[in-house]
């Protein structure tokens, strides 16, 4: 399946269980909101016993009345009659207290105990210390089972022309109330509420949920397939074009979006792949091109003297004919081994873990018979990592391209410390100029294209020296030498 559509499936999923959940929590949060609402207005309704329009108050205004007691009109067993036992225990466990306060109004409260012992006190409303339940609230379908009508409440209060229709209506016989505990103005209250418009909003809010439920799945999707389709267009062009390069059009690059995002990303980083890829094509071409060129030399001068040995065996000189096809052979032999070892590091072969002696090497090296003599007194021991064929080239050219341009002087030295290996080789002839020290590493690099390819070589062997020591972790650098001529330093990492 393309990524546009596992894409398009899983953000289906993810919206689905999501929507899915919002269906299953929504409603609850929802009746939890609405449920607090009413019980908060319950809550602030009932604190109006104790503001100075308070329902009911037996305050000092009413001693010349014939309510001067107002209790002499509550039933002693008001309370219990109302609530019933167990009811009554359910409040007093759900207050945190020892009993039940029942607020008649103002500072007068009914105190009952658990077993409905009735207590008339006057206290002020603010150090009653646990949940009222006020006087009228009593009379709630939630916290009295038998709900009496307003009518039969035991208290006169025909005469007091508080009571309106509006107050009256909620001591009507409702359907499930919802009970709780709220504070206002640090008094807590018992509360309750009329459920039955929460659950009818909560119904609606879940039914509206899951009808949105496939809706949103489906607008998800639809978002998902498009906009996923608009992002991955530039992929596809790139995928395009990139079926399109081969071998012979690494030249071509791959269209970049002015997105700026990771695609753009991605197409610059496989245009710099290209970048990579074309310029090791060129090289591998010019170095092929190159390497059949100077094989072509020797091979030239072998068959060239094997055909004049043909032509006139009588004047052919067997010791002469021998001495130059030994000397071409020899010539063609180090090209190739040259070869070999460039092609070894461009297939990154691992770095060698063997120690050997470089003084022994240089040693034998600046043993072979040159034109100029090798001073090499200052060859001390050292012991580095590498193959002893690969460093005894490395030697060797050097070695060659000191004594090719001195004029009188090589000279060597090697010494050790504890973290590197030096070999320093000197010579006294006309130097390397300074912008030039970079390029003579480069393979077939001559600095001097007018002297013949038999005093100049091919050109590869500073390539190989500057591989071998890369490849074995050190460094290799032209300076200018005391003697004159030019200096190379090689630096290698002691085992």
Known sequence: MSVRGRLTIVIGLLVAALAAIAAVLAPSLVERALVDDILDADAEMQSLFFDDLGVVSFDAGFEDSELFNPFDFIDADVVISQLGDAQLQELIASGGSSDLMVAVGGDSFIRVDPTGQQTVQNIDPTAVGQPILTFFELFDSEFSPIALPFDQIPIDVSDTGVFDDAFLAQFEESGRTVTGVREIDGIEYFVSGQADSVDRTVGRVRTALWLAFPMAVAAAALITWLLAGRALRPVRAITEQAA???????????????????????????????DRLETDDVRRRRFVSDASHELRTPVAVLKSEAEVALRTPDRTDVESLASGVLEESTRMATIIDDLLSLARQDEGVAAPTTEIDLDDIVLAEAARLRRVPID?????????????????????????????????????????????????????????????????????????????????????????????????????????SDLGGARFVVTLPAP
Not at 247 to 274: C, F, H, K, Q, Y
Not at 432 to 439: F, K, N, S, V, W
């Open 244 to 274: 399109t390069i081969t071998g012979g059009t690494l030249s071509e690059r791959v269209p970049v979006p002015a997105s700026g995002d990771e695609i753009a990303t991605l197409a610059t980083t496989v245009n710099g792949m290209l």
């Open 376 to 480: 090499v007194s200052a060859v001390s021991a050292g012991r580095v990592l590498g193959r002893p064929d690969e460093f005894s080239r490395v030697v060797a050219h050097l070695l060659d391209n000191a004594t090719r341009h001195a004029e009188e002087r090589v000279a060597v030295s090697l010494s050790s410390t504890a973290d590197a290996v030096t070999l320093v080789v000197d010579d006294d002839g006309p130097g390397i100029p300074e912008g030039d020290r970079d390029a003579i590493f480069q393979r077939f690099t001559r600095l001097d294209e007018a002297r013949t390819r038999d005093s100049g070589g091919a050109g590869l062997g500073l390539a190989v020296v500057a591989g071998v020591v890369q490849r074995c972790g050190g460094s290799v650098n032209v300076e200018s």
